[in-house]
């Protein structure tokens, strides 16, 4: 099976911009995760998606946003960019097989943005 | 709230060595615990987990971690290291909310690894 993977892997904005970053999860998985990861905070939750509905919301602003379509794909989008948003961004999917308490997540190669 | 504690930021250690990464949690309930390495530029590629049963777990790579509740540790160790295991490592507990999931990581230790 082919793994995570998000596009694009590498992405240069400047503030204020907005930016939508992909990930299409492992084929039958059905819950796809965002996690941001920063020197400074290191890996924090952002979001989760199951069958096209957030159910899950980690602690960040609601420039933060996500959607995940029909066939589990999911994007999300950061508008009015800060410096601060500048991090590798990682999607994560999940079979979501048992509702999804404590399944392995499997992690794709990330997107990482730099904020100018 | 779940938390986690890698009280060691950066290791290093001679190849051929043995090798023993420290993890901490804190969890109110029984805990799903994870290892993830990550390499250089890269993702996080799951090493191990531990859910329930046996307490000493094996993966891959020649790893394996120790599930101790009374200590809420759950240390990650490897008889041998070679030089291609330097990276970072994370620890993470994962939590359900409801039916939800989400993974709570510590901050991680690099593994340097010395010829």
């Known amino acids: 099976k082919a793994g995570v993977t998000q596009t694009p892997r590498y992405l240069i904005k400047t503030r204020g911009q907005q930016v939508t970053l992909s990930c299409s999860p492992i084929s039958g998985h059905r819950s796809v995760s965002w996690y941001q990861q920063t020197p400074g905070q290191g890996l924090q939750f952002l979001f989760e998606?199951?069958?096209?509905?957030?159910?899950n919301k980690g602690n960040f602003p609601g420039r933060f946003s996500g959607r995940q379509f029909s066939n589990s794909r999911s994007e999300m989008n950061v508008s009015t960019l800060e410096l601060g948003d500048s991090a590798l961004y990682l999607c994560?999917?999940?079979?979501?097989?048992?509702?999804?308490?404590?399944?392995?997540?499997?992690f794709g190669p990330g997107t990482r943005l730099l904020v100018l | 709230a779940q938390s986690v504690t890698q009280p060691d930021i950066h290791i290093t250690v001679s190849e051929g060595a043995s090798l023993e990464l420290r993890c901490n949690y804190s969890?109110?309930?029984?805990?799903?615990l994870f290892w993830y390495v990550q390499s250089p530029g890269q993702g996080l590629q799951l090493l191990l987990k531990y859910f329930s049963g046996d307490t000493l777990v094996q993966g891959i790579k020649g790893f394996e971690a120790e599930f101790k509740r009374s200590q809420s540790s759950f240390n990650l160790r490897k008889p041998s290291v070679h030089w291609s295991d330097a990276a970072e490592y994370f620890c993470a507990v994962g939590a359900h909310t409801g039916t939800a999931s989400k993974l709570t990581f510590g901050t991680g230790t690099r593994l340097q690894v010395t010829l």
């Open positions: 969890y109110g309930a029984t805990p799903y």
């Open positions: 998606y199951f069958s096209e509905t957030q159910r």
């Open positions: 994560a999917s999940s079979p979501a097989a048992s509702g999804g308490a404590g399944e392995t997540q499997y």
